[in-house]
């Protein structure tokens, strides 16, 4: 059970940014304790509809990617990714009215594979941004949503609430911010809730605090605190 609660608290932290006015988005990781650089991600956005991102170590190493593509369900589009530090390996893919999910926890794992319902509560990756944009008046409304998330490495879903809340310290002072909690009382007494901030204008968001969804050599998952960039 412990294991599932942290493979969906990491999950969330790949809501990474969905197609912005800018074609590039920059997100620089540090460790919430120790304040060090852990990794940079870099966010492409080609044919319309593609998301790219690419995860580099602080020496500019590129260590991870991940491609998705967004269709009906923009919140759960389909996507693949790679992480050549333990070969873990994720892809989740459309099939009509349900998606397909597939996990190898490891390069010499088995793959594992299931197949979940699509509807309209349902999160996948960084389809969470375009579901913050797609209910933003609820939202900063202090209307409360609940979410079920896909978490890959379990092959299931978890249910979160998310709602508007005071924004962490060192957050820009215009921003609004929201957390995302679990709604089952026995998870939350071992997750914290994760933050994320937008800009309220442009709605991009601006930082992300919370674990993190890429997995160290020894398999360990970070706690985060991200700050986006959007270059001109």
């Known amino acids: 059970?412990?294991?599932?609660?942290?493979?969906?608290?990491?999950?969330?932290?790949?809501?990474?940014?969905?197609?912005?006015?800018?074609?590039?988005?920059?997100?620089?990781?540090?460790?919430?304790?120790?304040?060090?650089?852990?990794?940079v991600e870099k966010h492409r956005y080609v044919a319309g509809n593609k998301h790219e991102v690419k995860y580099y170590n602080p020496a500019g190493e590129l260590f991870a990617e991940k491609l998705l593509s967004y269709g009906e369900y923009e919140q759960a589009p389909a996507f693949e990714q790679t992480n050549a530090l333990r070969g873990e390996w994720i892809k989740v893919t459309g099939q009509g009215d349900s998606l397909k999910v597939e996990y190898r926890e490891k390069s010499d794992a088995l793959v594992f594979d299931k197949r979940?319902?699509?509807?309209?509560?349902?999160?996948?990756?960084?389809?969470?941004?375009?579901?913050?944009?797609?209910?933003?008046?609820?939202?900063?409304?202090?209307?409360?949503?609940?979410?079920?998330?896909?978490?890959?490495?379990?092959?299931?879903?978890?249910?979160?609430?998310?709602?508007?809340?005071?924004?962490?310290?060192?957050?820009?002072?215009?921003?609004?911010?929201?957390?995302?909690?679990?709604?089952?009382?026995?998870?939350?007494?071992?997750?914290?809730?994760?933050?994320?901030?937008?800009?309220?204008?442009?709605?991009?968001?601006l930082r992300f605090n919370g674990r993190g969804n890429i997995a160290s050599s020894s398999g360990k998952y970070q706690t985060v605190d991200i700050h986006y960039q959007y270059p001109e």
Request: hydrophobic share 45%.
């Open 116 to 205: 979940i319902k699509v509807n309209d509560h349902l999160l996948v990756d960084a389809g969470f941004d375009r579901y913050v944009k797609m209910h933003w008046d609820n939202l900063v409304s202090n209307q409360k949503m609940d979410i079920d998330y896909l978490v890959p490495s379990r092959l299931t879903t978890v249910g979160f609430e998310v709602g508007r809340v005071d924004c962490l310290e060192g957050t820009r002072e215009e921003a609004v911010c929201f957390a995302i909690t679990p709604t089952s009382w026995f998870v939350s007494l071992a997750v914290d809730p994760i933050t994320v901030a937008y800009d309220p204008e442009s709605h991009n968001l």
């Open 1 to 39: 059970m412990l294991k599932l609660i942290a493979t969906a608290t990491l999950a969330l932290c790949a809501m990474q940014v969905s197609a912005q006015a800018s074609k590039t988005v920059i997100g620089e990781a540090y460790d919430t304790d120790s304040k060090k650089l852990l990794y």
